[in-house]
């Protein structure tokens, strides 16, 4: 048998294929890490927002806590994840706060702290400190103190709560561990002023002078930054509005 070599055949092309699926997976691979550094900056700009505002809340707290002492504080005082230090200058408190990367100064003229007297106090919170322990646990759930200054117990009657971005399901709302709401409905979000329907009034109890923890449990795992504002209403009809922002 011989071999019979035709020097006028086409050269074998099946190599060539490769350059364009050589040059396509380049250019996929270079889109790949362009928008993975694309999400990566938006992702780090999303988390020096929150960062920005936590540390207001941080600063804006320090300032009432000195305000209340009436005096300076010595040294720089952990709250909420971060860190502030005040000033004084006669009645003015200048605090500094600290959260992650981010720093924001608050200035109070003020002779004297948050929290109000009487037995009908227009708001039985320090909005700013109890703004400044927001915080998340685990993947559904949040926390925030409710910082009490007012010499008077007062004890949640209702509440209200939106968000921005996406208002996620609620399920439960806690304080110091006791149930104080439940969702019963089985509606995607509650909506309006909601009574608490759980627990005995002792469970919705918030002493003068003390910090009980509020804790509240979504339905599903959020997946953003999102900004809170909670509405609590009381039996002697005094409100907090707290807002706040919350990292996911």
Known sequence: MSLHLDRNAAPDKNGSVLVPVVAAMLLLSLCGSALADLFAAQRLQSVLSVESAQAYWVAEGGAWHAAHEGAALPSTTDLAGGTYTVAQDGASYTSTGLRGQARRTVTLDHAAGGGSTGTSPSDPLDIAASVATARKVGNDKFELDLVSLNEYPVVISSFSVTAVWWTWPIDKLKLDGDDIWKDNSGVWMPTGVL?????????????????????????????????????????????STLSFPIQW
């Open 195 to 239: 009574p608490v329907n759980e627990g005995d009034p002792e469970d919705r109890l918030i002493l003068a002078e003390e910090a009980p923890t509020l804790r509240v449990e979504l339905r599903y795992r959020p997946f953003w930054p999102i900004n809170y504002t909670l509405v609590l209403r009381y039996t002697n009809g005094a409100t």
